[in-house]
């Protein structure tokens, strides 16, 4: 039986996506890893060019940012995930184009 793409990027953990993403550019398979991470309320920051998740909820909500604890994923220096206490995430930089269906 073959395995189809989008139900085998379903089964990897967020470690393996991450590594797709950011080592498979410009493929439909870093367009997987990424419609999965954003399936699992994980937001891409077009400044910063990482993944980012709410840690907690965030403490100020406005129609221009966010602000609050955040995981994300230090792909620079750690390849791990890292907290980030009162970040203010501008949602300008937010990546919005690609749906996570």
């Known amino acids: 039986r073959r395995v189809h793409g989008p139900e085998l990027f379903s089964k990897f953990n967020v470690d ?3 590594f797709i993403f950011y080592y498979q550019q410009n ?3 870093q367009y997987l890893a990424a ?6 309320s994980w937001r891409y920051h077009k400044k910063y060019l990482t993944w980012f998740q709410r840690h907690e909820q ?5 129609d221009e940012y966010e602000q609050g604890t955040y995981v994300y994923f230090d792909y620079e220096t750690g390849w791990c995930q890292r907290i ?7 949602y300008s930089y937010l990546e919005d184009e ?3 269906s």
């Open 84 to 90: 980030k206490h009162e970040f203010m995430f501008k």
């Open 16 to 18: 393996t996506l991450y």
């Open 27 to 29: 493929t439909y398979q």
């Open 98 to 100: 690609l749906e996570a």
């Open 35 to 40: 419609r999965i991470l954003k399936k699992q």
């Open 58 to 62: 965030p403490q100020v909500t406005n």
